[in-house]
């Protein structure tokens, strides 16, 4: 969605688990995103993934992503994707598409995606990617802590543990695996950001060679490196 690189610190919903790589077996790898995720809504998806953004506890809680330094909402974003126009809060001029425009699109239409794909994947390129991986990479998504009258405000992360963007994500994988097997999209060389300076032991094998990992969140490139490499800055 174009949004502008920058430096801003990371703010949202999520409690993170410590910060190292997580690892597992091949058991791991072949695991079913049912069993990571729980069922994706089989009635409506897309009805489900707008309420997965807008009628949750945590839909109005504001958070700064990475590559962009303005706050936002899951609320907010999903306007910005699933409305028929355009936020009126747009100061900085972003690019509005609305799903019927998308929908036309030669990649959307020989890769056979539908509605609740395409708004997906139009999510996971704005901010809601941040929250999305961080999702899939094992971080959690609490509701936000009750505050009786009198009360001082209590930490963001002291609520319970919620199930979140279960639809959203069962359609964004869904995506990619059609996409990966649609003659619209072509072998290309593409750029990944970078910005650890070491591996972590659990990828270094005794013979000192590197062992095989698997990224359990969806892999953000690009097709300009010098965006990548100003990422990885």
Same mark, same amino acid.
């Given at each position: 969605?174009?949004?502008?690189?920058?430096?801003?610190?990371?703010?949202?919903?999520?409690?993170?688990?410590?910060?190292?790589?997580?690892?597992?077996?091949?058991?791991?790898?072949?695991?079913?995103?049912?069993?990571?995720?729980?069922?994706?809504?089989?009635?409506?998806?897309?009805?489900?993934?707008?309420?997965?953004?807008?009628?949750?506890?945590?839909?109005?809680?504001?958070?700064?992503?990475?590559?962009?330094?303005k706050p936002t909402t899951p609320a907010e974003e999903w306007e910005w994707?699933?409305?028929?126009?355009?936020?009126?809060?747009?100061?900085?001029?972003?690019?509005?598409?609305?799903?019927?425009?998308?929908?036309?699109?030669?990649?959307?239409?020989?890769?056979?995606?539908?509605?609740?794909?395409v708004a997906a994947i139009r999510l996971y390129t704005g901010p809601m990617?941040?929250?999305?991986?961080?999702?899939?990479?094992?971080?959690?998504?609490?509701?936000?802590?009750?505050v009786e009258e009198g009360e001082e405000p209590r930490d963001k992360d002291?609520?319970?543990?919620?199930?979140?963007?279960?639809?959203?994500?069962?359609?964004?994988?869904?995506?990619?695996?059609?996409?990966?097997?649609?003659?619209?999209?072509?072998?290309?060389? /593409?750029?990944?950001?970078?910005?650890? %300076?070491? =591996?972590?032991? &659990? $990828?270094? +094998? @005794?013979?000192?060679?590197?062992?095989?990992? /698997?990224?359990?969140?969806?892999?953000? %490139?690009? =097709?300009?490196? &010098? $965006?990548? +490499? @100003?990422?990885?800055?």
């Open positions: 969605q174009d949004m502008p690189l920058g430096s801003a610190k990371y703010l949202s919903p999520f409690t993170y688990p410590p910060a190292e790589f997580a690892t597992t077996g091949l058991q791991g790898f072949s695991c079913p995103l049912d069993t990571i995720l729980g069922p994706p809504s089989s009635s409506n998806p897309l009805t489900a993934m707008k309420a997965e953004h807008c009628a949750m506890p945590y839909s109005s809680l504001p958070f700064t992503p990475s590559l962009n330094a994707v699933g409305g028929s126009v355009p936020p009126l809060n747009n100061p900085d001029g972003r690019r509005f598409v609305g799903l019927d425009q998308l929908m036309e699109l030669e990649v959307v239409k020989k890769g056979g995606l539908s509605k609740a794909e990617g941040d929250i999305y991986n961080k999702k899939l990479q094992g971080g959690v998504i609490v509701e936000p802590a009750a002291e609520g319970p543990e919620v199930d979140a963007y279960v639809t959203t994500l069962h359609a964004l994988v869904s995506a990619v695996v059609k996409l990966t097997r649609s003659s619209a999209t072509n072998s290309m060389c /593409v750029y990944r950001p970078l910005t650890a %300076t070491q =591996l972590p032991e &659990a $990828l270094m +094998a @005794e013979d000192g060679s590197l062992r095989v990992g /698997v990224e359990s969140g969806c892999l953000s %490139t690009t =097709l300009h490196k &010098a $965006l990548a +490499a @100003e990422a990885s800055a």
